[in-house]
């Protein structure tokens, strides 16, 4: 006998980018899909860039979990389009970023160049540096917003990123750094001591939502960094239930948009935590 129908919409099609260097994609693919199935209205397309502009000009929402990965100008537009015209776009952790890494021989420094200007200008953001990972605090900028009503400052290991902000995004969480980011080109953003975490920005008729926690790495993820096997994995980050409750709002919000807490598969999980 057949599952009632857990969703009252009608079928929502998400395509999930996931792919790029130094991070766990597999681990990452797997929790988004996860919950991407808590909702039977979708429809979910896996890629591992933005390169099938058909697929995601067609989708309701994209969904990406990236790092290093740079769409060229047709299809960064592209994906702007159909924001524009009502799409939403949840960008994940390291999205926003383009990463030069070092030269063999050279010096050991990360570089992050402008290298994807009208993605950057979707997403209203463009990843510098990070400081080292480690235990951060993250505050509540708006207690009442949906993605983070009943959730107090929580403390989190994970990357904190310093990067080059529009100014017509709305800050929902952020987290306060003035140390150095050793290793990156930019060692330090001066002037500016808060950094966001989840926001989101308008775009048109439609809109976008970057949430930046979220680092995983495996075993062989930098072995393009002479290191062939770590030993050990790294999830730590996703072991926050803080974390978790987020991502799954805004997994959520990119599935059903604003109206995404009336759907029963999202409303159970919006409570508050200790």
Known sequence: MGTPARCTAGRVNVALVCGGRWHDFDYARLQILQLLGRHDSVRCSVHPDFSDIAALAAADAVVAYTCDVRPGREQALALRDRVRAGGRLLALHATNSAIDAPVPGAERVFRTPDAMPEFSALLG????????????RIDIAQPDHPLASGIAAFVTTDEIYVSELAGDLEVIMDASYDGPCPGFMTQQVPGRTRHPVLFS??????????????HCRGRFDVADQGIDDLGGTDTIAWESPEFNEVLRRSVDWAVHGDDWAKCPAGHEHTKELP
Request: proline share 8%; net charge positive.
């Open 201 to 214: 920005r308008p775009e048109g008729r439609g809109s976008v939502v970057s949430f930046t926690l979220g």
């Open 125 to 136: 953001n463009r990843f510098l540096a990070h400081p080292r990972i480690s235990a951060m």
